[in-house]
């Protein structure tokens, strides 16, 4: 009987223990919220969205489409025309739009594709290339440079 209370205790301790510890945020998660919330200082706009088909982006499963960083920067004064490009050895390759944007060379890491409409611009991009967050100036900084061509 002695032994059994013991056993309940210290089986206690180890539940109470690990539910401690599966509540920690994962670096990688941490990471990526840190990247974000950068982001959105600097005036991108980060979100998950689901991968347009165009963008060649493989599907998660055969029947659902895989979830993609979508970061856009809103041009206020932008009268954008819609363009559609995905990035193929580092430079875009034109699915829709204007011939002007065919092969531009792309510097950045992680890039899939690269849209344009109206008054936004934005790419998908797999943010896990970049977890420390070095190249969201870049980021700005090329997607602001597509507005102005």
């Known amino acids: 009987m002695e032994n059994t209370g013991i056993w309940v205790t210290v089986l206690i301790v180890i539940f109470v223990l690990g539910s401690i510890f599966g509540l920690r945020v994962s670096p990688r998660e941490k990471a990526l919220g840190l990247m974000r919330e950068k982001a959105r200082k600097i005036g991108l ?8 088909d165009w963008t060649k982006i493989p599907m998660a499963t055969e029947s659902r489409a895989s979830m993609v960083a979508y970061y856009s920067v809103i041009i ?17 390759k034109l699915v829709q739009g204007d011939d002007k944007f065919n092969n531009l060379p792309i510097t950045l890491k992680g890039i899939y594709a690269i849209d344009m409409q109206a008054n936004c611009v934005g790419l998908y991009w797999d943010e896990e290339s970049d977890l420390r967050a070095t190249q969201l100036d870049e980021i700005k900084t090329y997607l602001q440079s597509l507005a102005e061509l």
């Open 76 to 92: 206020p004064e932008g009268r954008l025309a819609l363009m559609r490009a995905r990035v193929e050895n580092q430079q875009l």
């Open 45 to 52: 706009h980060p979100r998950l969205v689901a991968a347009p």
